[in-house]
């Protein structure tokens, strides 16, 4: 089992195809531009692509449903192209729990600041219930 990372223009990565999506049009057109990025001779196919790096290509599928661009486990020179990319794209990269990574290739927020008391609010231990 595997940790997925998304490039997606929406809050969760998982929602419908909607006006945040990324069009398989606009993938083509970035990937026709970057030359880092190309098809997959081993897996035709306009979801199947390649990230060309010295260290290995790594793979990257496009996801006509949702509109984004995915891949598993990546590596951090393969998170950092994801951020640079989503930035053309005016979109983001997230995990699979929906945090936000950076150009350093570091998590910058993640699920649990959604759940975090609001500020100046003390919580007390178990045993103190009064």
Known sequence: MGYNL????KDCWADEEDERSISIAEWKTHVD???EITLDPENPGEKNYLYIRAAGNWPLWFYP???????KNPETDVIKKMVRVANLLGASVRGDDGELYDLSGNMVSDQSEKTALPKGTIKKPWWKFW
């Open 33 to 35: 531009n970057d030359p």
């Open 6 to 9: 998304h490039i997606t223009r």
């Open 65 to 71: 449903k949702l509109g984004n661009i995915y891949t």
